[in-house]
């Protein structure tokens, strides 16, 4: 199952919080997703987790609580929604 971890505190490493997760079951990845320009964390991350019933025994006991200073967001992942692809820009 795919996990948005949302409402991280900026500092928090993917090691970190894999390591956090851990304790509830297997953890395949953790992608935090940082600032294309300052690679800045933008404060969110998708875990991925093999087992989907230690994945909701996550998602039911962290979503709200407090990690690292914040109150986290933590729920099923749900696919992008396909985007419009955007026009070139104009150079002058």
Same mark, same amino acid.
Do not use: C, H, W
């Given at each position: 199952?795919?996990? =948005?971890?949302?409402?991280?505190? =900026? ?6 919080l ?13 992608k ?17 987790m ?11 006991q962290?979503?709200?609580?407090? =990690?690292?200073? +914040? ?12 985007r ?5 820009? +104009?150079?002058e």
């Open positions: 199952m795919n996990i =948005y971890v949302g409402n991280l505190n =900026y500092r928090v490493k993917e090691n970190e894999k390591q956090a997760l851990s304790e509830f079951g297997t953890v395949d990845s953790v935090i997703v940082t600032d294309r320009e300052t690679g800045r964390s933008k404060g969110f991350a998708f875990v991925e093999p087992n989907d019933e230690e994945a909701s025994k996550v998602i039911a962290l979503n709200g609580a407090e =990690y690292a200073g +914040r109150q986290v967001v933590i729920r099923e992942a749900t696919p992008r929604a396909p419009e692809p955007r026009e070139p820009r +104009r150079r």
